[in-house]
């Protein structure tokens, strides 16, 4: 499969911790990784699959996995939080990159 | 710290050549992916294709009849074409190192570094 699915949006409350998700065949045999991507803004690594954060990134943010989905946590998340989230991995070829369709977080 | 300047033409008529640039500073080529990506106005991000420090290329299924993806290793710079563009290429483009990590069996595919990003507009 060349799909990776995404919730189109999330909404969290002020400090409220708040999962997204990213479901797809390819994730069994790997791990997705997570970008961020905030209004005109280039998009930015946020954490691995294997929840290695490049630094600068908080520590509210972690990644998990179990079977076919991936997982990207926010604990507390913040306003400066709200943005598009992605998922990437390779297909099932172990080829060609693909993206989730990105999560729409918004902070209320 | 690995980063990326982009640069390249922004406003494009129908059936023109899309030409893109990136220059690597602060790292080496060897050993990672270099990719271009698009987001289309009100769409998700697309991955158009990669290539590594030797020039072995793959690209998007969708996207591989158009696009040229090419590495001057010298110049530090990895740049793009896409021909006979159409409305539908109009788009936010970026370059982008991409790392592929093994954990046993396990693969981790990680794009962490960006360009700055790049309008591209196809309008005649």
């Known amino acids: 499969s060349s799909e990776l699915t995404q919730d189109p949006a999330v909404s969290a409350a002020l400090g409220q911790t708040v999962r997204l998700t990213c479901q797809g065949d390819s994730l069994t045999t790997s791990y997705a990784s997570w970008c961020q991507v905030k209004t005109g803004q280039a998009p930015v690594f946020v954490i691995s699959g294997k929840n290695l954060r490049p630094s600068g990134i908080p520590d509210r943010f972690s990644a998990s996995s179990s079977g076919d989905t991936g997982f990207l946590t926010i604990t507390g998340a913040q306003a400066e939080d709200e943005a598009d989230y992605y998922c990437i991995s390779r297909d099932t070829t172990d080829k060609y990159v693909i993206f989730g369709g990105g999560t729409k977080l918004t902070v209320l | 710290q690995v980063q990326l300047q982009q640069w390249g033409a922004g406003l494009l008529k129908p059936s023109e050549t899309l030409s893109l640039s990136c220059a690597v500073s602060?790292?080496?080529?060897?050993?990672?992916?270099w990719m271009w990506i698009r987001r289309p106005p009100g769409k998700g991000l697309e991955w158009i294709g990669e290539?590594?420090?030797?020039?072995?290329?793959i690209y998007s299924p969708s996207l591989k009849s158009r696009v040229t993806i090419s590495v001057d290793t010298s110049r530090r710079q990895f740049s793009l074409r896409m021909s006979s563009v159409t409305a539908a290429d109009t788009a936010e483009y970026y370059c982008?190192?991409?790392?592929?990590?093994?954990?046993?069996?396990?693969?981790?595919?990680?794009?962490?570094?960006w360009g700055q990003g790049t309008t591209v507009t196809v309008s005649s």
């Open positions: 982008a190192r991409g790392t592929t990590y093994y954990y046993g069996s396990v693969s981790c595919d990680e794009i962490d570094v």
């Open positions: 290539t590594n420090h030797v020039g072995s290329t």
């Open positions: 602060g790292g080496s080529l060897h050993g990672y992916y």
